[in-house]
């Protein structure tokens, strides 16, 4: 249920980019608003559908300005909404909004998380049923998280035969990044015939999708509208699609 009191705080995953892929809650959530905040990409992609908004874009990077505009509007008595792609608690602002509000006693009981459709599941239905057993999330930006913790879940995630879904693949700052994951979980054993995915700007212009091998997934320019899929050891390619068994003995087809 939406609450409808005044100095609400929506933080709104409005899923991969078309309009259809939005929740209807989210929408919902984009109605109620006087003020919706976000980076300059999202705000781009939902502008049009909301014509009589206020709209605010802040840059990359500027997160806790963001946060700290959307908790301050919402004290003053606005109802706003801080929208990501996809899922706001994946690699979303989320967390910042709840861990800065203690500072906003106020604003106690008037903060709502509204899910979204995260890259790895708008990307995965995109490649066919690549996640359909267990699997992981590892980004691979180092902007927040230390290289090294990325290298020991990207180790772990092997070790555990885990689907992985890279986020943040790449950058211009960090382009040999996807390469150097393919060379760990290369030297963890995974073989180079290894089906893998990768998609582009799902929902959006330009949607891409492509199903390869881990060894030729390293030499792939990708870029940060990018997700890559990396097969557990029982994922195959079926036609065109990619996709990982869970144990169904299937009698007719031996599929
Ligand atoms: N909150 C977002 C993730 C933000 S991190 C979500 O839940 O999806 C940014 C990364 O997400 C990108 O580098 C890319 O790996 C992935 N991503 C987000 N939107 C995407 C899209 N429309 N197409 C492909 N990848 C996307």
């Known amino acids: 249920m939406m609450e409808h009191t005044k100095g609400m705080i929506y933080i709104a995953g ?28 999202y705000i781009e992609l939902i502008r049009e559908y909301f014509p009589d908004k ?3 874009t802040t840059p990359m990077r500027r997160e806790e300005e963001r946060c700290r505009m959307v908790l301050e509007e919402a004290e ?4 706003v909404c801080l929208v990501s792609s996809g899922d706001a608690g994946v690699y ?10 203690v500072e906003y006693p106020a604003l106690a009981g008037r903060i709502q998380i509204i899910p979204g459709v995260t890259a790895a599941l708008s990307g995965a239905a995109l490649l066919g049923s690549p996640l359909t057993n267990d699997f992981c999330t590892i980004s691979l930006s180092d902007l927040l998280t230390p290289k090294e913790e990325i290298e ?3 180790k772990g995630a092997a070790l555990g035969d885990f689907a992985i879904v890279l986020y943040n693949p790449s950058s211009r700052r ?3 990044y996807l390469k150097r994951a393919c060379d ?11 089906p893998c995915g990768i998609v582009r700007s799902i929902g959006r212009e ?30 195959r390619i079926i036609g065109d699609r990619l996709v990982t068994p869970r144990g169904y003995r299937l009698t007719e087809n031996k599929g």
């Open 76 to 79: 003053k008595g606005k109802n």
């Open 92 to 101: 979303g602002m989320a967390g910042l909004v709840l861990q800065m509000s």
């Open 206 to 235: 330009g949607q891409e999708a492509q199903i390869v091998r881990l060894g030729e997934l390293a030499g792939l320019e990708v870029d940060m509208f990018t997700t890559v899929f990396i097969g557990n050891s029982h994922t």
């Open 174 to 176: 960090r382009r040999d």
């Open 54 to 56: 206020m709209f605010e």
């Open 14 to 41: 409005i899923g991969p980019g078309s309009k259809e892929g939005m929740t209807e809650a989210a929408r919902e959530a984009l109605e109620n608003s006087d003020l919706i905040i976000g980076y300059t990409t």
């Open 152 to 154: 020991r879940r990207l």
């Open 184 to 194: 760990i979980l290369l030297s963890c054993g995974l073989p180079e015939s290894r």
